[in-house]
């Protein structure tokens, strides 16, 4: 063999592999710590919400296995990078949980389409599920290739090293995001205390519910109605019964939100999802501040907040131009009440509890000022 020869094949056996395995542990390192960016308590029950619970775990269980996939993806990213059990356990573990993720990849793909973040990167890096197949299939090859030019032999044989290794990074994966659910409710009317507003405390049966204004979702006042051929007790002669007047309006109907607001299935109302520091969130509020301010039937506004940088809210009611009441929730239970497969901004127009119109996140979905706008100033008659 000629000296170009060995040292093609020097690189192939030697220098190729070392290389590989740094790739390989990178790309296990940033799918760990990207699912962890920029905040744990908010990347996590997202992750949870989108990811697991609709594969059918429960939240109690989501929140572990979350939190034990990701610390084994971070001591994988370490111990590629070592030689205990290499070859005999290392590097078939990291190609059966690529193979698992592309199972499931493939499966999304069949069931809901290329569409969404697949979360293999979290935020920081959004990947389509087609992207994050391919580069899973990319990585199985590699490993392959690995195990194929990695000897037995050279492996080390100290498993209580990859039982720590392991162990350490579950453990501060769990420290990082401690599994801990906090009620919001004193935070938002402290909050909303300081910028003089009252929140909604209202309790309705279905036995109370009373016919509302089309326009303005408040109670009509209810008159007496004569009973036909009825008559004047003092006169003796018959009273002409009134017609009951004809409400345009939909039936009452669940929306799925009285959690959130006792009186939301009441009338008109308009009920959004935000995140305080979300941009588009912001922009969304003002646009419906403004249709607000040219409209004085327009329906009444509540928000739900994501808790995450909360404390922005009060700059967020200062760029949308206008204060409304609203609630926060911690980031499982947002995803949740809005829905897995929905984003923010998320804007519900509901009509006694029907939902005429929805908008959600920043693609084909997002909420259109114009059309909305058109929306609002319809009867229920035109609406159907």
Request: proline content about 9%.
């Given at each position: 063999m000629t000296?170009?020869?060995?040292e093609k094949q020097g690189f192939v056996d030697k220098q190729l592999p070392m290389i590989l395995k740094g790739l390989m542990a990178f790309m296990f390192l940033l799918s760990a710590v990207a699912k962890l960016y920029p905040?744990?308590?908010?990347?996590?029950?997202?992750?949870?919400?989108?990811?697991?619970?609709?594969?059918?775990?429960?939240?109690?269980?989501?929140?572990?296995?979350?939190r034990i996939l990701i610390g084994c993806e971070l001591a994988l990213g370490i111990l590629l990078l070592q030689k205990n059990y290499f070859k005999r356990l290392v590097l078939p573990t990291s190609f059966l949980m690529l193979f698992i993720f592309s199972v499931h990849l493939s499966y999304e793909i069949a069931t809901t389409g290329n569409s969404g973040n697949?979360?293999?990167?979290?935020?920081?890096?959004?990947?389509?599920?087609?992207?994050?197949?391919?580069?899973?299939?990319?990585?199985?090859?590699?490993?392959?290739?690995?195990?194929?030019?990695?000897?037995?032999?050279?492996?080390?044989?100290?498993?209580s090293f990859l039982a720590a290794i392991t162990f350490a990074s579950i453990l501060a994966v769990f420290l990082a995001g401690p599994m801990q659910r906090k009620s919001n409710d004193e935070l938002a009317e402290e909050m909303m205390r300081e910028m003089n507003l009252e929140q909604e405390v209202e309790e309705t049966s279905a036995d109370t519910i009373?016919?509302?204004?089309?326009?303005?979702?408040?109670?009509?006042?209810?008159?007496?109605?004569?009973?036909?051929?009825?008559?004047?007790?003092k006169t003796g002669k018959e009273v002409k019964?009134?017609?009951?007047?004809?409400?345009?309006?939909?039936?009452?109907?669940?929306?799925?939100?009285?959690?959130?607001?006792?009186?939301?299935?009441?009338?008109?109302?308009?009920?959004?999802?935000?995140?305080?520091?979300?941009?588009?969130?912001?922009e969304t509020a003002k646009a419906l501040t403004e249709m607000a301010s040219k409209d004085p039937d327009f329906p009444e506004m509540k928000i739900v907040f994501m808790d995450e940088e909360s404390e922005l809210i009060p700059d967020f009611f200062a760029f949308a131009g206008r204060k409304y009441p609203f609630k926060i929730l911690d980031v499982g239970s947002f995803w949740t009440v809005l829905g897995g497969t929905k984003d923010t901004p998320g804007v519900f127009y509901l009509w006694n509890g029907n939902i005429v119109k929805e908008y959600d996140g920043i693609n084909e979905k997002a909420f259109k000022k114009d059309e909305f706008k058109k929306i609002v100033q319809k009867k229920w008659s035109e609406l159907k």
């Open positions: 000296t170009t020869g060995l905040d744990p308590n908010f990347t996590l029950p997202t992750f949870e919400v989108k990811q697991l619970i609709p594969m059918g775990f429960s939240e109690t269980s989501a929140a572990y296995f979350s697949c979360g293999c990167f979290g935020s920081l890096l959004p990947m389509t599920p087609v992207q994050a197949l391919i580069k899973n299939i990319i990585g199985m090859g590699l490993l392959v290739f690995l195990y194929l030019k990695t000897s037995k032999q050279s492996d080390r044989l100290n498993f009373q016919s509302t204004d089309p326009k303005t979702g408040t109670p009509l006042k209810t008159e007496a109605v004569t009973a036909p051929n009825a008559k004047d007790p019964a009134e017609e009951k007047p004809v409400v345009d309006e939909p039936k009452a109907k669940k929306s799925g939100f009285a959690s959130q607001y006792a009186d939301i299935d009441k009338g008109r109302k308009i009920l959004c999802f935000f995140a305080p520091g979300c941009d588009h969130c912001k």
